[in-house]
């Protein structure tokens, strides 16, 4: 269907003119010869070993014609490969030419490629003539007796011009066969073309790009493409016979093709530098003093322009980015030393040939505040002429995304290559026939238009008709506003390490804002002991960080001497004053010494913006990063260093010898783990800032309660906070010495101040509420048309649910949705990402206007809300349901009080600004979790709804648990003063029975993976006061609309299954997991730990060591709890609202429900005897369940 007029996105149902052909760019360059044949073609400039030379258009085209009548003459045929062992320079355009003037299809061997692969090019290719360039040979040396002996016996070459050369007067040479020049016997003909007839599918090129296993794939180029866009792009970009050209694309890459077909079409000069001159300091010095007006480069290539900023490069108007990311920062150095260039950001690959999109941003001399209004990131801009780049839904392919929405880009043209040369199916799936439009309506069109034709049309012999395809990029970006496109990472970028999802180029988007760093990339590796970690390589900006340096050299002579940074290296000496030079050869360990205090500032900057599983274990600065011969980052060369060298680089900490005995052995423990030494492992250093994880920290804490019999560190010790030498060794010794008999213990700062318990933060928090809280005008919210509820926590699996519960009732409702994201339309695409995983998506929540995200945060003021939302919010919410907070049983309440207290204090506010508002918040029976209430039900008393909560002012556990105390308290207070306030106290929230739809983080779901990991379960007789997600959210509705003012709901469960009852569902579905005592169990859970073999899966249960190996059956007793209010308002809602069918409790087939859908998830395996319930999941709620959840992971 076709777009509205007003629809800024583009139409992928317009023509795009498939059979609009150019011509071939042979035929183009050949008329441009006859017509200007004096004119200047090519600029080889002078070097320090060779003058400059200067070869007219008849020259090129003359030689040119040579080749190709040479090439045809000895049996090449059209479309068969010819291979050119290259050099950049004249030569390589005589060569290019001359192949496509024979009809064949030119590729490039790149003498910088080692052997091996440029025998894997030739066995791709499957060239029938060899083409090698003189200068090729004298420079980088003849091909390989191995490359030799391949073609020699696996190629069926026809013919070899052994040593092309165009000499100085523009006669050109082939080197001698049989002591005669293979050229000579066409010499005669180079006032002709061959005449080959070639058409719009007739294959020019032979491109390669990036292969599974090591092996590239060859892309099969287009006549089409290589001259169809010039025209347009001569008028949009103001391109001319008048311009100079640079030469500057890696000689294998296909943006070489960009460099000599432009100006060649344009009838305009190539100027090619020597390869001196390419270089860090040279580049610039070079285009300013060839008076270069357009250039091709990667940003790669562009660093190198940049080395120097001196001399400007006033003469150059464009520079044309391809190829990788291009930065804000690299335009705005750029615009400094060329402020006449405007800069075309191109979006394309080799698949797409010339068809790609463009961002242009203007010179710096025509709009000097451009760039200030731009990202960090350059987008991908809007296609060129008959060129579109469509944003589709991942899981609804048929549909075209909204503005804002994430998808994933396809770009549809005519001029797309045609297909990966000898790979069938990967081509079908990159090249896919657009499903928007019915394909045969252009052939119809097409077959028309040449019945109509007045002259003939050769070219259609060799034109397969209109094929309305589309590229398949695998990047994923998003319609702005303007309709440009803009890229936001890369679908496979997403890594997975230690059950984290992770993107690497969050990760380097947030290095590159960092002042000193002028170059980064993040990669995977594997350490020594074959754990997976991420490892960043930067480059300095050398100017600025010896300034920096300078600034910080008080402080670098107080703290250098103690600090031991992020890769365990030496601080800079107090003296350090060498200037380190870009061409110095320096190792990996000496880079580490020397940066290492840059490598600190980086990590804590990364400490803020990223979650501390997404900020790299290693930092390695380098000098400059390897470029492959196409110009990109070349990331197969970027060093890892190895053990020794990273132990070289790890001195003896400073304040080794003040460690307490304690101390030297923990360290040890450390070292096991960390990579450093234990002698590098200063006292004050955090656990994490020397590359530590809470992987490596579940894996310590059982060496060290074995190691310190009777001590048991729980995990939150190495887990929360950022835990020291000092810290832990600290907290040994309290636990073998509580009374401080032990001499050789040194006390700690802070020993004599007792820690501040959360219910003396209380008051303080009570302080900040306000002295009155105007009343609402009745007792309950009105259920009208056009109430509006401001939702926290809608993208948490609980939120979800009652975000649908709350839409899907009658009559309407309007809800904000609270979710944290950069921008509106990333929060909705979270939304509806997370919704759609769990199966309760509805496309008209958005439609029909009864959904919209407000962007905030919890741990800021006004819930991190704009001005202008939070006014919104104010004059239109009836009702707020505080469902948010931050989770995590290990934190220490200061952790959590940001998320979980704060936001409380900041709803309350909410709900007294403007009109009055009711608030329902969503609280834990973690709030319970003390000796007085567990003592109330083993009394066989249940804890009553209105309880005040002061059995649990002392006592309880968890930081989460506290958090929801304080939270509860400041409610009631807020109650007190006015507050129309609700609480729903809920326990374990399990997923949906119907569906089968579970949270993977929940830790029962993790008990019942973990069970079947060890293959056992432990003998726990305790109740489980779990309910279905459906019914929490049912029973949170039914609360915030009809609770009496002040009340508290329990969610209790109905039935109550034992442990016992809930794991052997494993055993009545089919797995085998007999039961056993709990110590038995617990000791298999701690071996498991312990094998650390790198094939082994990680233990489900590993973030909750702590639990299930300390006192699980204590752990695990739960309160009973009277649900008087809980019942009462859900035979209200029901009233209201009709049937409630949300089961109360969970029994023994929900537990099968929900193992059928972890196996379908791919959470778990099949049980080895299979009687689970049938569940399938779609491929796009498969794929939603891929992005939502942390430490998810398949089996």
Known sequence: MALSADDVRPDPTSDLHWSDYKGAIYE?????????????????????????????????????NILAHHLVSHGVQRGEVVMVYAHRGVDLVVAVMGVLKAGATFSVIDPAYPADRQIIYLDVAKPRALVVIEKATKEAGPLAGSVRDYIKTELQIRTEVPALKLEDDGTVHGGSMSGVDVLTSSEGHKADLPGVQVGPDSTPTLSFTSGSEGRPKGVKGRHFSLAYYFPWMAQRFNLSEMDRFSMLSGIAHDPIQR??????????????PPAEDITFDRLAKWASDNRITVTHLTPAMGQILLGSQEPKVTSLQSAFFVGDVLLKRDCRRLQQLAPNVRIKNMYGTTETQRAVSYYEIPSLNEDPGYLDKMGDVIPAGTGMVNVQLLVVDREKKERQCEIGEIGEIYVRAGGLAEHYLGDEDKSKQKFVMNWFVDPQKWVDED?????????????????????????????????????????????????????????????????????????????????????????????????????????HEERLSQKAPQTNGTNGTLGVPTGFRRRVSAKEEMGVEQRMRIFELLTIDVRDRLKKKLPVYAVPTLF??????????????????????????????????????SRTETEKELANIWAQHLPTTADAVSRDTSFYDMGGNSIMSVQIVPKINKRWQGVNVPMSIMAA????????????????????????????EDEEQQAELYSNDLPKQIEKLPTSIPALSSEYPQIKTGMSILLTGATGFLGAYILHDALMRSPPIHVYAHVRASSPSQGLDRLRTTCTAYGIWQDWWVTEGVLEVVLGDLEKQKLGMSDSDYQKVADNADLIIHNGARVHWLMPYENLKAANVQSTVECIQLAATKKPKRLAFISSTSALDTDYYLQQSEYGNKVLEFDNLEGARQGLGTGYGQSKWVSEKLIGEAAKRGLSAVIIRSGYVLGDPKTGVSNTDDFLIRMLKGCVQIGTRPDVENTINMVPVTRVARLTNAMAFHGNKGSVAHVEGHPRLTFNEFLGALEAYGYSTPVEPYSEWKQKVVQYVEDTRSDKEELALLGLYHMVTGDLPEATKAVNLDDRNARKALEADQKACGTDETPAGVTTEAVGAYLAFLVARGFMAVPEENKLPNIELSREQTAALNKVGGRGGSS
């Open 620 to 657: 390695i600065p380098m000098l400059r990063l390897p470029l492959t011969p196409n110009g990109k980052v070349d990331r197969r060369a970027l060093p890892f260093p190895g053990a020794a060298e990273l132990l070289g680089a790890m001195p003896k900490a400073e304040d080794v010898e």
């Open 28 to 64: 183009i360059f050949a008329k441009n010869a006859q017509a200007h044949p004096d004119r200047t073609c090519i600029v080889e400039t002078a070097s320090s070993t060779s003058k400059e030379r200067v070869f007219s258009y008849q020259v090129i085209n003359e030689a040119s």
């Open 447 to 551: 077959k028309a238009r040449a019945e109509a034709a007045s002259q003939p049309e050769p070219w259609r012999e060799f034109y397969f008709g209109p094929r309305d395809r589309m590229y398949r990029s695998g990047d994923l970006g998003r319609y702005m506003p303007d309709g440009n496109v803009e890229c936001v990472g890369r679908a496979d970028d997403q890594v997975k390490i230690r059950g984290f999802r992770i993107e690497l180029g969050e990760i380097d988007t947030h290095l590159s804002q960092h002042p000193l760093i002028r170059e980064n990339v993040t990669l995977v590796k594997r350490d020594q002991n074959e754990e997976q970690i991420l490892v960043s390589y930067y480059v300095p900006e050398m100017q600025r960080w010896r300034e920096w340096y300078a600034d």
């Open 721 to 748: 906070g950022q835990p020291t030498l000092k810290s832990v060794g600290r907290y040994i010794d309290r636990s073998l010495d509580p009374v401080g008999l032990r001499l050789d213990v040194q006390a700690g």
């Open 259 to 272: 460099d000599i077909f432009t100006p060649l079409f344009l009838g305009a000069s190539l100027i090619v």
